[in-house]
């Protein structure tokens, strides 16, 4: 492994490591010094070190360094404590995409079943950010690569993979300090859609630039519903067609695919 990826390993290392001190502290404002420092050291050893590592190779860093230049802005001010904790999991999500667009070797478990490249980088940043939402989507591709008598199953997983992906990049307290933020009817927290457009306009995309993912989101939910519904209202076996609901299923994480390739920035970066 050469140097530019020892150093994007060791910084992803390092962001981890951050992102779990800054998790623990429980006051509401970020005041501590020794960790403000430590994140001061972070930044400014990213551009004195990896950033020239990786524009040598002609890796694209910019959204990286958007990243990186926004906390140290947050680390010279009184901020707080969720603001961090967001910045840090957009600093990690943006090393992990540089390091797809990098050479890197796939880690997949069972990259036989994976079809396309989106999949393939879906689900490696998946596994990076949170291993867990990587199980639950390489768990919707086995799925749908082998016969199954029921896709319930299958699309409740792919509802789970886009909202913990949601979750994990908009937290319901920031998306509700967006400014003229108001909840939709009948509900009690920001929706999928909602997540979705503050993702995409904290990275200065245009309401119609966000309008598709943002449909598609809804789309990925509203599809879900509507298909175990109908399994449930199925009046007997005979009329139960799998090869139908494989179909749906399919169609359904088409658009899971869509919003997931917008929020990870898969489409810019590969």
Do not use: W
Request: charged content about 30%; proline content about 2%.
């Amino acid at each position: 492994m050469d140097s530019a990826n020892d150093n994007l390993a060791e910084k992803l290392k390092a962001t981890e490591k951050l992102l779990k001190r800054v998790n623990s502290i429980k006051s509401k404002q970020l005041g501590s010094t020794s960790v403000k420092d430590e994140i001061k050291a972070f930044v400014k050893a990213y551009f004195e070190i990896l950033q020239s590592d990786l524009k040598n190779r002609n890796i694209s860093t910019g959204d990286l360094d958007i990243a990186m230049q926004n906390l140290i802005t947050l680390a010279n001010t009184k901020a707080l404590t969720s603001k961090y904790k967001t910045l840090l999991k957009k600093v990690k999500m943006e090393l992990v995409i540089v390091e797809s667009s990098g050479t890197y070797t796939s880690r997949n478990r069972d990259a036989g079943v994976l079809s396309n490249g989106y999949e393939q980088a879906i689900l490696k940043i998946l596994n990076q950010i949170v291993p867990a939402i990587g199980n639950s989507y390489q768990q919707v591709l086995n799925d749908l690569n082998s016969p199954r008598i029921s896709y319930r199953g299958t699309v409740a997983e792919i509802r789970e993979v886009l909202r913990e992906t949601l979750d994990y990049l908009a937290p319901d307290e920031d998306v509700k300090n967006m400014k003229d933020f108001k909840l939709e009817k009948d509900m009690t927290k920001p929706t999928m859609k909602q997540k979705v457009r503050y993702v995409l306009s904290n990275r200065g995309k245009s309401e119609t630039a966000t309008k598709s993912p943002e449909d598609a989101a809804h789309i990925v939910d509203d599809g879900v519903e509507r298909l175990v519904r109908s399994t449930y209202n199925r009046g007997s076996l005979s009329t139960h067609t799998t090869t139908s609901d494989r179909a749906e299923a399919c169609q359904i994480k088409m658009y899971l695919d869509t919003v997931l390739c917008e929020l990870l920035e898969i489409h810019s970066k590969n």
